[in-house]
């Protein structure tokens, strides 16, 4: 099924940048690296129109539980947020910015 899955860098490369550098920053370099392989599995079915986040893994049902932390980064343009589970990034949230394309 990866195969089918669009690869982050390849949909997006500037966000896929943007994120290497912002979490590269933040001293986070194994989620850095891990970036522009992270396949778009599914979108937020939110009804917030700012929202533009997207799930890089299978969706939990409910919480994530244990191994779960959060990356926050406040980029210029959007507020991302990144859901990190067992050092793997499962969700991408992103609220405000340019629409991506």
């Known amino acids: 099924m990866d195969q ?8 997006f490369p500037e966000l896929a940048g943007e994120l290497v550098g912002l979490l590269r920053a933040e001293g986070e370099d194994e989620l850095a690296s891990s970036v522009p392989f992270l396949r778009v599995r599914e979108w937020c079915s939110c009804d917030e129109d ?35 589970v067992d050092g793997q990034i499962r969700f991408i949230e992103i609220l405000g910015g340019a629409p991506l394309s």
């Open 50 to 84: 700012s929202c533009q986040s997207f799930y890089t893994a299978p969706p939990p049902e409910g919480a994530y539980g244990p191994g779960h932390r959060c990356v926050s980064l406040m980029p210029e343009k959007a507020m991302v947020v990144l859901d990190v």
């Open 4 to 11: 089918e899955l669009q690869r982050l860098g390849e949909l």
